[in-house]
């Protein structure tokens, strides 16, 4: 998260209020720690009127009760808030000023996590039984719903002056979000993905919502539409880094957010950045690699070390430290996806 | 459908420009073949550019593809996309400037339909498999939500000048949807279902877009509030009125949409307005009928048929009549659920 923390640290030379950011200051954790205090009190009370049954959904997928362990911390990191909360403050406005875009993003989010595991069928999130396996498919799906449509109706009702660009801002983000899952499912039942066919899956499934929170925040503090455009390009860069960071843990982590052992993403497998690059090198790794993952059998112990060994041999880790490290590639797809 | 005939018929007096409205005279069927010839190249170009698994399954459901016999009329009877069309229309404003309003409430309309069949795991929609039933539920859900986005879309981009009133009128609609369709789900668990929380569920799972389609109709022509509130109004009323007929021919049908077996409502014991009314009523009708839904097995087809019976002679059929007619009841609950 070093991207996040420079961010941070840059903020007080973009004009920030003095003091208003001494809580922004520091390290990653800190941080999001601090944004996670801040938007909080709204979420709950966006989702306070929800129908007992979503609310008790909400507040077990959050972490909000009945929680112990890791995550009691409740509901992640509060990234997307904090983005938000940033980008305000990188152009000159309080973070408090646009607790509704924080509201919205993590609304969306929240959505996007509930139906992604119904889809992918997922039984784990955050360490504990995912939404739809401990309450089942139609309440994770109804409560899905109704976080999707309350994030609108928060911007809708509570974003003025600013309700019909944060609104479209939203629209758009979410047929991006949807596309990018919608490939990524398409993914499954595809022998091969190429690079950059992978990268415009995480421009639309991670990408597009940083995009948007980075964008809702200078938006909502009143920025003009050159900052707010080059505030939500930095959200697109953000994410699809995120994303391969999250893809390098899966592969060779120590420890994963949701709990499953090391190299799972490889026994599954998983066609991250990793194993996509890794496939479409032409040398004797990739090769060999190919002939790993063609076969039906389910991999060995043996067989995820040895496909392991053969990713990183093939450029596949260091190609996708490169897109997650804080200089894009200037040559890489995510250029071109990064509205 | 005698309401929505009459609202046609009066449309010429209310000031429609002459010959535009040649097509909307006449009774139901033509009504509703008019507008969905009027509403269905917007909508098949509003979905045109979805990802291929999701436009197909849209096809599938709306019976754009590959369909014979009853289904093959493709999608529906378009109710609501004619509401905001004669909506229009009472304004004084032709049904064509008004075209991506009714295309955002009959995806909404799809949406719900989708996510519906997965939630009530009903495996029968228009005569055929649900859609969740034949691609299953994950691509089910996915394209409910891509429905549901592109609406949002739809009228975030093509509804200017008045983008801005019409998703803030699409968000609220959304909410008392879903908040109906919880009340539904909820019913499932729930011993006794009174006639006025039925009602109020009603109003949400089958007002709401009802009252939004004549909403939209109206504010996208133009309209002052007063008169699109108006027209709401008269939209929530009708779809309160549409359920009520609904459930009628769900006991005393002789045939159903979606084709099961006449009396099946009772066989399933389901909470139906009738019911709800019968169930409440302190007599000995009402007493039997108890005695027989309390039983915990099955209802063999003597017990259905004397259930019906019952359910008549408790008054259940007669209120349910009264609320489906073309006058609301005066003291009925559903004047506090307009919006």
Redesign the interface.
């Known amino acids: 998260m070093s991207a996040l923390s420079s961010m941070a640290a840059a903020v007080p030379a973009a004009g920030e209020a003095p003091g208003r950011g001494a809580g922004a200051g520091g390290d990653g954790a800190e941080l999001f720690a601090w944004a996670r205090e801040l938007v909080t009190p709204a979420l709950r009370r966006a989702v306070e009127d929800l129908?007992a049954?979503?609310r008790e959904i909400v507040g077990y997928h959050r972490g909000w009760h009945g929680v112990a362990g890791p995550a009691a911390r409740g509901g992640g990191k509060a990234v997307r808030p904090a983005l938000v909360f940033l980008s305000a403050m990188a152009v000159g406005a309080p973070p408090e000023s646009v607790i509704p875009g924080a509201v919205a993003v993590e609304l969306v989010h929240d959505f996007s996590l509930l139906?992604d595991d119904?889809?992918?069928?997922d039984p784990l999130r955050r360490h504990r039984p995912a939404a739809w396996a401990r309450y089942g498919?139609?309440?994770a799906?109804?409560t899905?719903?109704?976080l999707?449509?309350?994030a609108?109706?928060v911007l809708?009702?509570d974003a003025r002056p600013y309700?019909?660009p944060a609104?479209?801002e939203?629209?758009?983000m979410?047929?991006d979000l949807?596309?990018g899952?919608?490939?990524d499912?398409?993914f499954e039942s595809t022998a091969r993905v190429r690079p950059e066919e992978y990268l415009e899956m995480a421009a639309g499934k991670t990408g597009a919502l940083m995009a948007c929170a980075c964008a809702l925040g200078a938006l909502l503090a009143g920025a003009s539409e050159a900052r707010t455009a080059g505030l939500r390009d930095f959200g697109c860069h953000l994410g699809i880094a995120f994303q391969c960071a999250d893809d390098l843990l899966g592969i060779w982590g120590t420890t994963r957010r949701s709990g499953e052992p090391v190299g799972a993403d490889v026994a599954a497998r998983k066609k991250s950045l990793p194993v996509a690059v890794a496939l479409a090198d032409p040398g004797p790794a990739g090769r060999r690699l190919a002939g790993l993952y063609d076969r039906t059998e389910p991999l060995s112990a043996t067989d995820v070390a040895t496909a392991t060994e053969l990713i990183e041999q093939a450029g596949g880790r260091e190609a996708t430290e490169r897109e997650a490290g804080p200089t894009p590639g200037g040559g890489s797809v995510a250029g071109d996806r990064s509205r």
């Open positions: 129908p049954p979503q139906h119904v889809i992918d069928a498919t139609p309440a799906v109804l899905g719903d109704a999707l449509v309350r609108l109706a809708a009702a309700s019909a609104t479209g939203l629209s758009r979410l047929e949807l596309r899952q919608s490939q499912v398409a």
